[in-house]
C-alpha cells in the first residue's frame, strides 16, 4: 500500500494513526510505503492548475 500525506494536511496527519495499526495488523502480508509532500497546499494547487 502507497500512502500519500503531508504533514500540512489535517485529513492525512489523522489517518496515520489507522494506517500504523492496519500495518501491524497485517504485518506478514501487507507492505506500506509513505509518500511524504514536503510542499505547501498553495503549491499543489497551482501546479494541479487549480
Keep these: 500500500m502507497v500512502n500519500f500525506w503531508a504533514a500540512w494536511c489535517p485529513a492525512c496527519v489523522e489517518k496515520l494513526p489507522s494506517l500504523a495499526r492496519?500495518?501491524?495488523?497485517?504485518e506478514d502480508d501487507l507492505r506500506m510505503c509513505g509518500v511524504a509532500y514536503q510542499r505547501s497546499a498553495a503549491h499543489l494547487r497551482d501546479f494541479r492548475g487549480l
Design 22 to 26: 492496519l500495518s501491524q495488523s497485517f
